[in-house]
């Protein structure tokens, strides 16, 4: 069971537990079984959290609040996660920023010249990276290049 869990994707130590308690497992078979994945090195939060953080935010387009908020979700300890998220190059972030708000921009229907569809479109922008975990100062910074450039 352990081992197909593993196979779908890397958990968490916190994950794999929660996961075989949840199936049902005695205590005692959920420490074994979880002593046997460490010993094969199987379980190692600080290679999963590294791992989570370089894919959820090249790939989806996570800011560094969503990842830290992914990752305690997780079970990881504060001192892992602020490793993990320390790997994060802020100018790669701040491109991904840019990158995401020009593609939604795309998409939006507004005309850039009119305040009020300029307003609309920067709260949307603004709302759309702040829910991917951007902090407020890059997302300030970003729609307001992105609108900038765009007219």
């Given at each position: 069971m352990a081992l197909r869990l593993l196979g779908v994707r890397a958990r968490s130590r916190h994950e794999m537990r929660e996961r075989l308690l949840r199936r049902g497992?005695?205590?005692?078979?959920?420490?074994?079984?979880?002593?046997?994945?460490d010993r094969a090195g199987l379980l190692d939060d600080t290679d999963f959290a590294s791992e989570w953080v370089r894919s959820r935010h090249s790939h989806s387009?996570?800011?560094?609040?969503?990842?830290?908020?992914?990752l305690r979700s997780k079970g990881i300890d504060t001192e892992v996660i602020d490793e993990a998220l320390a790997g994060i190059d802020p100018d790669a972030e701040?491109?991904?920023?840019?990158?995401?708000?020009?593609?939604?921009?795309?998409?939006?229907?507004?005309?850039?010249?009119?305040?009020?569809?300029?307003?609309?479109?920067?709260?949307?922008?603004?709302?759309?990276?702040?829910?991917?975990?951007?902090?407020?100062?890059?997302?300030?910074?970003?729609?307001?290049?992105?609108l900038r450039t765009a007219t």
């Open positions: 497992f005695d205590d005692d078979v959920v420490n074994d079984v979880m002593a046997r994945l387009g996570r800011g560094r609040i969503a990842l830290k908020q992914e701040r491109a991904n920023a840019v990158t995401i708000a020009n593609k939604k921009l795309a998409t939006m229907d507004v005309d850039l010249t009119d305040r009020a569809d300029r307003d609309k479109a920067f709260r949307r922008l603004a709302g759309m990276l702040s829910r991917r975990g951007y902090d407020q100062s890059t997302v300030i910074e970003v729609v307001g290049e992105v």
